[in-house]
């Protein structure tokens, strides 16, 4: 019988949180053979599959970065995948690569959607692929890097810094010679980040002294502010920053579900101190991926960047759910679904 391949399809647009069951509709179709490939086109298998908090914005349907997801429309996503043929010059059929195949379990893409192979340095894991070296470690590359260019001595605050961005943040500036802060949503990531990462400070903004400990962990001010959160901690950052600083505006995870956005409070200390306050996207940086992912590659291999994953296994089925353990804090480091062991043989 031919296999089949499961997808998920976007059913609704959520107001506030995404719904399991609800927001997306699971459907069986069969899946493509290597019969149906066209020149320029791969047949991939989803292994695992990338959940971002992004996501949450491509489900709205207003103007941004990327198009919305369509409603009828699989799901975008990014997957570690496994070429089961090839008709394109990119990667072969058995190379591991990173493609936007969607949420499915397997697809025909143009060769356009897929990354050509890119080699794991001697510590390297395969889920490094979507983590310290994927997008969200670039992410955290060309934010720090570009925007922040924190100096030796300077005072860098990171938020979600025990998320897969927010970690490889906090390591780059570590790396450069900057104090760094951390804030988390629990006491396990201030106990990771200030043993097992170096950080020099880390803070729980669920603690009730919460706003005093922020202040008494930037006695100088603060440098660099690296924001994926927005909203309250943004705010908070915005009355601490020195003369000059320089706030990379990479995400604002606090919002993404919030009907109503956050009102700023300290937003005059933009003028006051002359903060340089800058958005970016990762894909603005394309053409200088291979040699991020080199720098990235050979500081993991040299153990100066540290991280954890967090894994669901259940295949693409439990997908949907786990997308919402992004907004609940349920990881740490890159948070992947398991769509298919990569020790499992294909049967296609
Ligand atoms: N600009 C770009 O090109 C780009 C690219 C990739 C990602 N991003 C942005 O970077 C940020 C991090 O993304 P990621 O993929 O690395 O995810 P992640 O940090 O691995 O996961 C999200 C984390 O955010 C924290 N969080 C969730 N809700 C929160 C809230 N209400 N207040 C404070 N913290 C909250 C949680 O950690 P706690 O337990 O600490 O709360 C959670 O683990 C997001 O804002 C994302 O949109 C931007």
Redesign the pocket.
């Known amino acids: 019988m031919a296999r089949q391949s499961l997808q998920i399809e976007l059913a609704e647009r959520p107001k506030g949180s995404i719904v399991p069951g609800q927001t997306f509709r699971q459907r069986t179709v069969a899946a493509p053979t290597e019969a149906d490939l066209k020149d320029g086109q791969l047949l991939l298998e989803s292994l695992y599959l990338s959940l971002?908090?992004?996501m949450r914005g491509w489900l709205n349907d207003r103007r941004s970065y990327v198009p919305p997801v369509g409603i009828g429309e699989v799901m975008r996503g990014n997957a570690i995948s496994r070429v089961i043929a090839s008709k394109s010059a990119k990667a072969r059929a058995g190379d591991i690569v990173v493609a936007t195949i969607g949420f499915r379990e397997v697809a025909i893409l143009p060769e356009t959607l897929v990354e050509p192979p890119f080699p794991l340095p001697p510590n390297g894991k395969l889920t490094d692929l979507l983590g310290v070296l994927g997008?969200?470690g670039l992410?955290a590359y060309f934010g720090m890097t570009r925007i922040g260019q924190p100096k030796p001595g300077d005072s860098v605050v990171v938020s979600?810094a025990?998320?897969?961005?927010?970690s490889v943040a906090a390591q780059i500036a570590k790396i450069s010679g900057a104090r760094v802060v951390g804030t988390?949503?629990?006491d396990e990531?201030v106990r990771w980040l200030k043993e097992e990462l170096g950080l020099d400070e880390a803070l729980n903004?669920k603690d009730p002294d919460f706003k005093t400990k922020f202040k008494e962990a930037t006695p100088g001010y603060i440098d660099v502010f690296f924001d994926?959160?927005g909203g309250e901690?943004l705010d908070m950052a915005l009355g601490r920053a020195k003369k000059n600083a320089r706030f990379v505006m990479?995400?604002?995870?606090?919002g993404y579900n919030a009907e109503s956005p956050y009102g700023l409070k300290n937003i005059s200390s933009i003028i006051a101190q002359r903060i340089r306050m800058e958005g970016?996207?990762?894909f603005d940086y394309i053409p200088e991926y291979p040699a991020a992912r080199q720098q990235l590659a050979q500081w993991l291999g040299e153990g100066k960047i540290q991280r954890k994953g967090t894994v669901v296994p259940g295949g693409l089925a439990v997908a949907e759910g786990a997308l919402s353990r992004?907004?609940q804090?349920a990881?740490t480091?890159?948070?992947l679904v398991e769509v298919k062991s990569p020790d499992e043989v294909s049967k296609l």
């Not at 025990?162 to 927010?166: C, I, V």
């Not at 990479?250 to 606090?254: A, F, P, T, V």
């Open positions: 971002d908090p992004a997008p969200t992410t979600a025990a998320g897969a961005t927010g988390v949503g629990s990531k903004y994926n959160v901690q990479c995400g604002g995870i606090s970016f996207i990762v992004l907004f804090g990881n480091g890159k948070l």
